[in-house]
């Protein structure tokens, strides 16, 4: 399968559902990828089992504030130096380039950054959706070793950073990105073809761009309705349609993880058939957990997604706002978030939340 400019939108669309809310906004990267494609031509989405095993794999996402990437999203030529410094440190030629994160704005991202790296981008990712730790990926919970991570900005700096922990490599990682001015490539977690068949999460392409044309198939009809094949095509669930009542700041007594640090509550009061009914929706960098009457509905890491009712796009965490009309969907995750040491990097409790993992109603 080759991914070229036709496709983008409905892989951004795609890439944003997958988001949970976080992730940055993918139609914001879509002109870069565009530009890339223009110039260096489709990019090969290509299945892990047919690259040679002793291959290697490089993980790439952006790295920082998105609030920074509005004015500054990066040229998407980042990957060209860091593949040089992979293949110089390991020995070895890089057969592919994975996203490790489909979720929001990476998702096209990647696609920059493989076709200007002169490579294939695997039908894979490191999350199947998004997280906002640099440790939260499929990869840590393998085992696979996290470093050494090679990050570069868009002047072509390139910093190496050996870790031997998630952790570690977060508080360095970010530390590197911030000397960038806040924005920047990271590879981590480089590994074997062989290593990556059963470390990560297969098909992470080929899903974003099937919910994208899902949605596109859609057009004209009510959001609510779009949801609902979503949730009926991909094994999950519309919890509600309904009106923000409230969105509310949470003291959380957590200083340690960056993941935990940011945290909100709001109200969804039902609307159309939906009327009488009311949801709590717990958010972080991503919408974190649905509960009603005191019973939970969803749970992270399965993938909460809200739906604006009037334009059909995503609402971002940072952009619930009261008044908002929304539909809300819930998608099961990968299920290897579901062994003990994904809950344990992943569920509720990892995010500051007194919950524990429950499947999704219905389900």
Same mark, same amino acid.
């Given at each position: ?5 036709g496709?983008?939108?409905d ?10 809310g976080?992730g940055g ?6 002109p870069?990828?565009?530009?890339a494609?223009d110039?260096q031509?489709p990019?090969?989405?290509?299945g ?11 993980p ?13 999203i990066g040229?998407g ?9 992979v293949e110089?440190?390991?020995g070895a030629e890089v057969?592919?380039?994975m996203?490790?994160e489909?979720?929001?704005s990476?998702g096209?991202?990647?696609?920059? &950054?493989a076709?200007n790296? /002169?490579?294939? &981008?695997?039908?894979?990712? /490191?999350?199947?959706r998004? @997280?906002p ?6 990869? #840590?919970v393998?085992?696979v #070793? ?6 570069a900005?868009?002047?072509d700096?390139v910093?190496l950073?050996q ?6 490599l977060e508080?360095l990682a970010?530390?590197?990105v911030?000397? @960038?001015g806040?924005?920047?490539v990271?590879?981590?977690?480089v590994?074997?073809v062989e290593?990556a068949r059963?470390?990560? !999460?297969?098909g992470?392409i080929?899903?974003?761009l099937?919910i ?8 004209g ?8 094949r979503?949730a009926?095509?991909?094994g /999950?669930?519309c919890?509600?349609e ?7 700041p ?6 340690s993880? @960056? ?15 939906d009327s009488?009914r009311?949801?709590r ?8 957990a ?5 019973? !939970?509905r ?7 997604t809200?739906?604006?009712v009037y334009s /059909?796009?995503v609402?971002?965490t940072?952009?619930l706002r ?5 539909? !809300?969907?819930a998608?099961p995750c990968?299920?290897l978030?579901? #062994?003990?040491?994904?809950?344990e990097l992943v569920g509720?409790r990892? @995010? ?5 993992y429950h499947? &999704?109603?219905?389900s």
């Amino acid at each position: 399968m080759r991914l070229n400019g036709g496709c983008l939108v409905d892989f951004a669309r795609g890439c944003d559902v997958l988001a949970a809310g976080g992730g940055g906004y993918a139609g914001g990267t879509v002109p870069m990828a565009q530009v890339a494609l223009d110039t260096q031509g489709p990019v090969e989405i290509i299945g892990l089992d047919d690259l040679p095993p002793d291959g290697l794999v490089m993980p790439c996402a952006y790295l920082g504030s998105p609030a920074v990437w509005v004015e500054r999203i990066g040229t998407g030529r980042e990957s060209i130096a860091i593949r040089r410094q992979v293949e110089q440190h390991f020995g070895a030629e890089v057969v592919a380039m994975m996203c490790t994160e489909i979720g929001g704005s990476n998702g096209p991202a990647s696609v920059a &950054l493989a076709a200007n790296a /002169g490579l294939p &981008l695997a039908d894979a990712d /490191g999350m199947g959706r998004a @997280f906002p730790g640099v440790e939260q990926v499929a990869m #840590q919970v393998a085992g696979v #070793q996290p470093g050494p991570s090679v990050l570069a900005d868009d002047h072509d700096h390139v910093v190496l950073v050996q870790a031997d922990t998630g952790d570690w490599l977060e508080r360095l990682a970010r530390s590197a990105v911030t000397a @960038f001015g806040d924005t920047g490539v990271s590879s981590e977690y480089v590994m074997t073809v062989e290593q990556a068949r059963t470390s990560t !999460v297969n098909g992470s392409i080929s899903r974003a761009l099937k919910i994208g044309r899902v949605l596109a198939d859609c057009t004209g009809v009510p959001v609510v309705t779009a949801v609902r094949r979503l949730a009926a095509e991909f094994g /999950g669930t519309c919890l509600m349609e309904g009106k923000v009542s409230m969105v509310s700041p949470v003291q959380t007594s957590t200083t340690s993880t @960056f993941a935990a640090s940011l945290r909100s509550t709001a109200l969804l009061d039902g609307i159309n058939s939906d009327s009488g009914r009311c949801l709590r929706v717990e958010v972080g960098h991503e919408y974190l957990a649905i509960l009603e009457d005191g019973e !939970v509905r969803a749970t992270t890491p399965d993938i909460i997604t809200l739906f604006d009712v009037y334009s /059909g796009d995503v609402v971002a965490t940072d952009s619930l706002r009261y008044g908002q009309r929304v539909v !809300v969907l819930a998608l099961p995750c990968p299920p290897l978030w579901l #062994q003990p040491a994904g809950l344990e990097l992943v569920g509720p409790r990892a @995010f500051g939340l007194d919950l524990d993992y429950h499947p &999704l109603a219905g389900s």
